[in-house]
């Protein structure tokens, strides 16, 4: 499989607490895009980080690269219960076109 | 922000009928995509296109999908003859120039064959 996958499949943590969501592909990449996902709805572009980066960072949102493990995460620092959502990664090739993963849901208890 | 929009956000259609999606992509974005997610399952890449043409499709973009930029702003998906299993979600992505950059995609249209 190119996907990304992620890992773990749900995660359920209290409000305050951080998230951290991994994601693996085996083909290489030109970048990785992580998107959120409401239930039923749109995708929310959150962060690229392109395979010459090791980390990025937006808000409370910390995302890094390990292009020698094929493996990316995003931390979510200080969870609200607004963060449940579920969280996809998403690799982007030299075509451009998106290779999504399953994704992570995420559920944030108040 | 720009956004990308897409219309209608619920369509339902009786297995058979032809389907158009519209899309209006941020208006200085040249890259256009159309994406599917079946419910539950994982987003699912159809067809990019940039400079008026289609330049990849997956398998999953047969002889019954196709796409179209009529004018400057819309980006249209058409399913000529609907089947139950193109019940779906369906996202418009745009990117901007070199397109390697970031996706942004559009609400969503259910789809809903019946």
């Not at chain 1, 980080?49 to 090791?54: A, C, G, L, P, V």
Request: neutral net charge.
């Amino acid at each position: 499989s190119q996907q990304g996958e992620e890992d773990p499949q749900a995660l359920s943590i209290q409000e305050g607490e951080n998230a951290t969501m991994n994601c693996s592909y085996k083909t290489s990449i030109n970048n990785l895009q992580w998107y959120r996902q409401n239930s039923g709805r749109g995708l929310v572009h959150l962060i690229l980080i392109r395979s010459n980066e090791r980390e990025k960072h937006s808000g409370r949102l910390r995302v890094t690269l390990d292009t020698s493990k094929k493996s990316s995460s995003l931390l979510i620092t200080a969870s609200r219960a607004a963060d449940t959502a579920s969280y996809f990664c998403a690799r982007g090739g030299s075509n451009y076109k998106l290779t999504f993963g399953k994704g992570t849901l995420l559920t944030v208890n108040p | 922000e720009p956004e990308v929009t897409q219309t209608p956000s619920h369509q339902v259609t009786q297995m058979g009928q032809e389907v158009i999606l519209r899309c209006v992509p941020i208006s200085n974005h040249l890259y256009f995509y159309w994406y599917r997610q079946i419910l539950g399952q994982k987003v699912e890449f159809l067809v990019s296109f940039y400079n008026n043409e289609i330049s990849e499709k997956s398998e999953i973009f047969d002889d019954q999908f196709s796409v179209e930029r009529p004018d400057g702003s819309n980006f249209t998906l058409k399913i000529r003859s609907t089947k139950l299993e193109d019940s779906a979600m369906y996202f418009c992505a745009s990117t901007g120039a070199g397109g390697i950059n970031e996706q942004f995609f559009g609400p969503g249209t259910r789809l809903t064959v019946l």
